[in-house]
């Protein structure tokens, strides 16, 4: 035993030596070629002496960047990670100018500019340097990632570590089923391909919701199954059901809360912490990870204790709050940070060239993606999926029981440049890379694991309502309203049926003369919010939920403005005689609850359309009017409310299929023939998989903390 320690410590220090050499070659070569940058030795110009000084000041340097950087990051904590991103040059620089002030050995001359790019370049060449020194070292491999890792547990679990399996859920957030075999069968992911029994090579799959992959072209490890989501098919809901087994009164992703008066964003730091605390209250137990679990890049924390990017817990303060802490373990790491930061500025650079290149196709459809969204995009890329990947990492090799982490990286890229776009194409395969490096630190983690991978919806491709009508479907309801539009909307051949159809509801036959009806009385105007191609009209001066009844008595031409619109597929209302009724074309009305004998309007919709219909009516805070877009089954294709070409929210296409791939070893999701239906059914699955590998026996009772989350 005291051998292999003695070797190990030999092997490190001759790694360290090996580094500080290269180090050292690339300041001396830096100093050689940049104008801003010398290196003078305290006595004299000869090259020994100069190579000494620049000996002195790398290892000065990784001195630093070992000791002080990991401080500097503490620090910064609360500061958020993309503008920690953005310091990253500007304190490596920083750690450089002082090197170079109090080298004994000499003295150097950089111009803080300069100093930015030679730290930068002398953290990459050091990583670099070390993970290749390491690549062929088993055990200094592992040591080099127990960086990522909680120290004090790795020791404490021992060489062997835990007998039984712990999990990681890794979800790929917006990826669909139908483009997940769509990509392992162009190649684009090859470890998905592998892992479902095809060629890593030809991008063969042999797994699909209903086989489990014997055709494949080696042995399968995992099955994919197809999950439907519920109507709201966004990551507020489908993941709030998976991670916490209820999202019950989830209506949308926005909606409108007439008793406070707040609209609810699943994405707001304030809601998510509110809906958390709700579906807590509502099952009684904390979640899925509440023993020994972690939550990474998540809207909601399942219940872990380990938490990083955690959106329901971002807007509390105070030593319980790691939501920040979790990417300080990546970025205490200056060649991390140098790395990330750089590839965001690159990814930056892609969705500008990728965006003009759009334009200058005049590709259709195409949507704004000019402003801050580059720098959004690069966020969800690049930062977040760094951060979480290496969390994840962390998590493994402290052996804990289990892991949920989202990857969002490809719903941000599908929602302005399309499900199926070459941007899109080229994401996934980085998240293929992402799900590798993982496969690759479980063969090093201190207890077996199991990898399950899960996305939370798909997306519908289309345009915008607002491209293919000429207005919004805000301004469609004030049309239907009898309230002034604007003058373009109003030329529109949407808002001339609209304005007519108030007209005839009022008993008005003739234009006047650019006079528009005004509703008698002081009453608030409308509420319109969207959700991809899911829209929801809320009256907030009623405080109830309106009845069809009244919103005929109140705007007679409105329900049959929208329920008559070729870009709306159906409308949904409380019905004073039948309780709920599901409004389409050509006065077609079905009761919510013959939906099933009659699905009328939602025929093309999908099987299970008149079933979540039916549930979304009975939640508390379902808006006065739910409207869902128009759904062309022959394309796939819905009208999005949002500026977004690649939409998901309500019903119609790919949006509503998400999948769920998991290890062979696991028992199947669902019987043969049976569908996995809701995010609810989802959470219910992966709590038996935590049980038949003897992980956390939930439920559990509900810690007060949580309560209070």
């Known amino acids: 035993m005291g051998d292999r320690r003695w070797q190990r410590v030999g092997s490190a220090v001759l790694r360290s030596i090996a580094v500080w050499a290269v180090s050292t070659v690339t300041m001396l070569v830096l100093a050689g070629i940049l104008p801003d940058f010398r290196i003078q030795s305290a006595d004299g110009e000869s090259a020994t002496r100069i190579t000494v000084a620049a000996a002195v000041g790398a290892g000065g340097f990784g001195l630093l960047s070992a000791l002080v950087w990991p401080l500097l990051v503490r620090a ?34 950089v111009a803080p500019e300069t100093a930015v790019v030679v730290a930068a370049v002398m953290s990459a060449v050091a990583s670099a340097t070390g993970a290749a020194l390491a690549v062929r070292d088993d055990d ?89 989501t519920d109507w709201s098919s966004q990551t507020g809901a489908s993941q709030l059901g998976i991670l916490h087994g209820s999202n019950h009164d989830i209506p949308a992703f926005r909606w409108y809360e007439k008793e406070s008066g707040e609209v609810m964003v699943c994405n707001r730091p304030t809601s998510a912490a509110e809906l958390q605390r709700r579906a807590i209250e509502r099952t009684g137990d904390g979640g899925l990870l509440t023993l020994d679990g972690a939550s990474r890049g998540n809207l909601f924390s399942g219940g872990a204790d380990q938490l990083a990017l955690v959106l329901s817990v971002a807007a509390r303060r105070g030593k319980e ?29 892609r969705e500008i060239g990728e965006s003009a290149r759009a334009r200058l196709r005049r590709q259709r459809p195409r949507v704004k993606r000019g402003g801050l969204y580059p720098f959004i995009r690069a966020f969800a890329t690049v930062v977040e999926r760094d951060v979480v990947v290496a969390a ?16 969002v990286a490809y719903d941000e890229v599908a929602h302005h440049s399309g499900p199926y776009s070459r941007d899109a194409e080229k994401v996934l395969g980085r998240l293929d ?55 373009k909307a109003q030329r529109t051949h949407s808002g001339a049926e ?42 907030p001066d009623v405080p109830h939920r309106m009845s069809r009844e009244e919103i005929d008595e109140r705007h007679p031409a409105l329900l049959s403005t929208l329920a008559n619109h070729p870009g709306i597929g159906f409308v949904l209302v409380r019905s004073e005689r039948h309780g709920g009724i599901v409004l389409g074309a050509h006065g077609a009305e079905i009761p919510v609850d013959e939906l099933a004998e009659n699905p009328g309007p939602l025929t093309d919709f999908g099987p299970v359309a008149a079933t979540a219909v039916r549930r979304t009516h009975s939640f508390p805070h379902a808006a006065d ?34 999948f769920l ?26 709590r038996s998989w935590l049980r038949e590998a003897a992980g956390p026996q939930v439920p559990l009772p509900v810690r007060r903390d949580q309560r209070a989350a």
């Open 76 to 109: 910064l904590l609360l500061v958020p990670a993309l503008v920690l991103g953005l310091l990253v040059f500007f304190l490596n620089g920083s750690l450089l100018l002082v090197v170079l002030r109090f080298n004994p050995s000499g003295r150097g001359e």
């Open 140 to 228: 200094a491999y592992r040591r080099r990632l127990y960086r990522l890792a909680d120290r004090r547990r790795t020791e404490e679990l021992g060489e062997g570590g835990p007998s039984t399996p712990g999990t990681v859920f890794l979800q790929l957030d917006g990826v669909g089923h139908d483009v997940l075999l769509d990509a392992v069968g162009r190649g684009l992911m090859p470890t998905v391909a592998v892992w479902l029994g095809g060629s890593a090579g030809e991008g063969e799959c042999g797994g699909d919701s209903e086989h489990d992959g014997e055709r494949g072209a080696g042995r399968p490890t995992h099955r994919l199954t197809l999950w439907r």
């Open 321 to 349: 709050n790691r939501s920040r802490a979790g990417y300080f373990a990546y970025f205490s790491d200056p060649a991390n940070a140098v790395r990330t930061a750089m590839s965001f500025v690159a990814d930056v650079g």
């Open 392 to 407: 994840v990492i962390g998590d493994m090799l402290a052996g804990r029981a289990a892991v949920y982490a989202d990857l």
């Open 433 to 487: 890379r992402s799900l590798a490096l993982i496969a690759k630190v479980a063969e090093h983690a201190p207890r077996a694991y199991r990898i399950v991978v899960l996305s939370d919806h798909g997306q519908s491709p289309g345009e915008t309502f607002r491209a293919r009508y000429g207005l919004a479907l805000g301004e469609l309801v004030r049309a239907g309203c009898g309230l002034p539009v604007p003058r």
């Open 498 to 539: 609209a304005r007519a159809a108030v007209r005839a509801a009022l008993h008005r036959p003739v234009e006047e003369g650019g006079e528009q009806h005004r509703p008698s009385g002081r009453r608030s105007e409308p509420i319109v919010l969207a959700s991809g191609n899911l829209g929801l009209v809320s009256f």
């Open 625 to 658: 009017i739910m409207v869902n877009s128009a759904y062309e089954p022959q394309d796939g294709e819905v009208l999005a409310f949002e500026e977004q070409i690649g939409s998901h929210g309500g019903l119609g296409g790919a949006q509503g299929e998400a």
């Open 661 to 686: 791939m998991s290890p062979i070893e696991l028992s199947p999701p669902v019987e043969e023939g049976a569908e996995l239906v809701g995010a609810e059914q989802v959470h219910r699955v992966l």
